[in-house]
């Protein structure tokens, strides 16, 4: 049987080293698997809550944002978007004159981070899916049940700050704050909705009819105004045409006539028994002018 060759002093030197190094890079491995299992990151707007085998269950502390240890097993981080988010909540309600509204809300919302260990240990991980569909429904019902329809739609950003109070008192009680809520739709039955537009064409119709009603009255007011008119113009007409108006407008004219040549000094008159050889005037006109000229 052959003998085994002895092992140089170098060789055995080399394995002892490889020994080595493979043991150091076992334990190498084993610590940074243990460190990657013993590492969570915390990314921004997001916080983390530990839960210990050992202190209970959750515990208080809150954890900011970064790469941070624990403890496998034994602890459990979970990680919280503490961002502000968006929900939509409606429901189908009815309002204080006993008509069906269908509302929808649209809600901005996040969890106080402060009390992100409670949210947890008292709601669970699903704490938005629990409180704000029945929470939100709650002061819907209730908001809604004070307004008539009319209301609803006329009087729609104090429906809306209602509401907004409303669900911000009953969320702070779950720690859950709320940035911003508001109306986005709000309809109502279609029986309803039909019968507000029958009342609005029956109410233009109703007012078309009372402007032609006004407007024919307004004619007729200026019919009659202008008939007076005319019948006044026509009587004064016939006022001008008679005999006596048309011998003292002549009158009055050979008045005035006689007047300018009686002041004239251009003009004489001779005593030819008392006509006008020069002019051809009117009887009357010329003892006009006989008297005018003598007072002289």
């Not at 109070?165 to 309809?187: A, F, K, P």
């Not at 233009?204 to 009255?217: G, I, M, N, P, W």
């Amino acid at each position: 049987m052959a003998s085994t060759p002895p092992i140089s002093p170098m060789a055995a030197r080399m394995v002892a080293i490889f020994n080595g190094l493979w043991k150091v890079s076992i334990g190498m491995g084993v610590l940074g698997t243990a460190a990657t299992f013993s590492m969570y990151n915390v990314d921004g707007g997001q916080r983390a809550i530990i839960y210990d085998r050992f202190r209970g269950g959750i515990t208080d502390k809150v954890v900011g944002e970064g790469t941070h240890l624990y403890i496998p097993w034994v602890q459990k981080p979970t990680v919280v978007d503490v961002r502000t988010r968006w929900t939509k909540i409606q429901a189908d309600t009815g309002s204080k004159d006993l008509q069906t509204v269908h509302i929808v809300l649209r809600v901005l919302y996040r969890p106080e981070i402060a009390a992100l260990p409670t949210i947890y240990r008292e709601l669970g991980g699903d704490w938005e899916d629990k409180i704000l569909p029945s929470v939100g429904n709650e002061i819907l019902t209730a908001t809604v049940a004070q307004y008539d329809a009319v209301e609803l739609i006329t009087q729609r950003e104090q429906v809306s700050q209602t509401i907004r109070e409303g669900l911000i008192e009953r969320c702070n009680q779950y720690h859950i704050t709320l940035d911003d809520v508001s109306i986005t739709h709000l309809t109502f039955s279609p029986e309803y909705t039909s019968a507000i537009e029958r009342k609005q064409v029956a109410q233009q119709e109703a007012e078309r009819s009372k402007y032609l009603v006004d407007r024919a009255r307004q004619e007729a007011l200026a019919n009659t105004i202008r008939a007076q008119g005319e019948s006044e113009a026509a009587r004064l007409i016939t006022q001008a045409s008679s005999p006596g108006f048309v011998e003292l407008r002549r009158l009055e004219a050979s008045r005035e006539i006689a007047e300018v040549l009686a002041t004239s000094p251009n003009i004489s008159y001779l005593p030819s028994g008392g006509s006008n050889m020069l002019f051809q005037l009117s009887p009357g006109a010329a003892r006009l002018a006989n008297e005018l000229q003598n007072s002289k």
